[in-house]
């Protein structure tokens, strides 16, 4: 069974400008998190979507980011414009069954750099 | 505010050595934690997670500590070997994750 796979696993931009990073959750994984770690510090929930609804959007950090997870099954974060705090590396994580949220499996992370 | 974190940014060990790694929270109503560990170029993996109502939970190798007075947590990880190498995450139930510890494991 393969795991959460993102895309890229590395972007380099410049600020102002446009990224999409994309999730491919688990397959039969309802639950779908996106997650962000600024260098050296904690890892920071931004949301969560059960299939192509969003459950908790709290930790987005403004309307720069945007999530949609259209028909349920693969997500898209995109950030409009870049800034330079943007950077960091943005992990994906998804879980089966909302009781147990804990069960997270997590994908590789994608490395954004702004310049 | 309430926050996760971690005594120690880095730990380094001889193989073979026992490691602990620490975590400290604020929130006394979180009834639930976690602990990732994260290697270079994955994300977090889930390694063992324990509720309020226990004070300590074992696993392969590992055991997580739980002190509820002190609002403490910790990862104890025997006979530590260079597979362990990696950042190591504590997590309450609502996704909050500390910073995060570095452990090193020497030959």
């Known amino acids: 069974e393969a795991g959460v796979t993102q895309f890229p696993s590395h972007s380099v931009i410049e600020k102002g400008q446009t990224v999409t990073l994309r999730c491919d959750p688990i397959s039969g994984h309802d639950n779908l998190y996106w997650y962000r770690r600024v260098m050296g510090k904690e890892i920071k929930f931004l949301l969560h979507?059960?299939?192509?609804?969003?459950?908790?959007e709290s930790g987005m950090p403004n309307n720069r980011f945007l999530a949609e997870r259209t028909g349920g099954t693969y997500s898209t974060l995109k950030v409009q414009p870049a800034e330079l705090e943007d950077s960091g590396v943005y992990f994906c994580a998804s879980s089966q069954d909302l009781a147990r949220f804990y069960e997270q499996y997590f994908g590789p992370g994608t490395r954004l750099t702004v310049t | 505010g309430e926050s996760v974190g971690l005594h120690l940014p880095t730990l380094s060990v001889q193989e073979g050595d026992n490691s602990i790694i620490n975590c400290a929270y604020s929130?006394?109503?979180?009834?639930?934690f976690i602990w990732y560990k994260q290697e270079s170029g994955k994300g977090p993996q889930f390694i063992i997670d324990?509720?309020?109502?226990?004070d300590k939970r074992q696993g392969q190798r590992v055991t997580v500590l739980l002190n509820k007075t002190v609002k403490h947590l910790s990862l104890q990880i025997a006979a530590t070997q260079p597979g362990d190498s990696a950042v190591y995450f504590c997590a309450e139930n609502d996704m909050r994750f500390g910073a995060g510890t570095r452990l090193t494991v020497k030959p």
């Open positions: 324990i509720r309020s109502n226990m």
């Open positions: 979507f059960v299939k192509e609804s969003k459950q908790d």
């Open positions: 929130n006394s109503a979180s009834d639930y």
